[in-house]
């Protein structure tokens, strides 16, 4: 349990400050370069969830969050490190995510920011979007990768490990 509650803190710590830094040294609407061709950062606001879905329903997600986190800290406290590392990586970092926006949602639902705090563009695969879609890809931040990240841990943890576990 010590382990995820250290990952969990270092996450949030990282994605809070990612969004407070920001909201300091970056003007809404500018694009800084800060790894030339890899990676740029800029501030927006977004209401909704991803790709904007359910837009200016903050209040919403923000109840959707919090739920979300609370049945995630559930399966991390009926869960077991040296039998599940891979699940209990997912877990952590879903939580990690979903809980990080929480706070931003929060935070907009009591006027303090504007909604969730994305600055992250990864000019490779804005650059592949672009040329799909004729659009950028959304602009991200770590809480986000957190939960991206994680939903590929657990997917990875269903389909490789959970039949090997269910039969020991």
């Keep these: 349990m010590w382990i995820t509650l250290l990952v969990l803190g270092g996450l949030l710590i990282l994605d809070q400050l990612t969004k407070y830094l920001s909201e300091i040294f970056i003007a809404r609407g500018s694009e800084v370069t800060l790894i030339p061709h890899v990676l740029d950062a800029t501030l927006t606001y977004n209401t909704g969830a991803a790709w904007s879905f ?18 995630l800290v559930y399966f991390i406290t009926k869960n077991n490190w040296k039998k599940k590392k891979c699940y209990s990586i997912a877990i952590t970092l879903m939580l990690a995510g979903t809980f990080g926006n929480f706070i931003d949602r929060f935070f907009s639902c009591i006027g303090l920011r504007d909604g ?25 931040n770590v809480a986000d990768m957190c939960l991206v990240i994680g939903i590929v841990f657990l997917a990875v943890d269903i389909i490789f490990f959970q039949e090997k576990r269910a039969k020991s």
């Excluded at 359910?54 to 979300?68: G, K, N, Q, Y």
């Excluded at 040329?131 to 991200?140: A, C, D």
């Design 54 to 71: 359910l837009s200016d329903h903050t209040w919403i997600l923000a109840v959707v969050s919090f739920i979300a986190s609370a049945v």
């Design 116 to 140: 969730v705090v994305d600055m992250i563009i990864f000019k490779p695969l804005d650059t592949v979007w672009n040329w799909i879609t004729k659009s950028g890809f959304p602009i991200f």
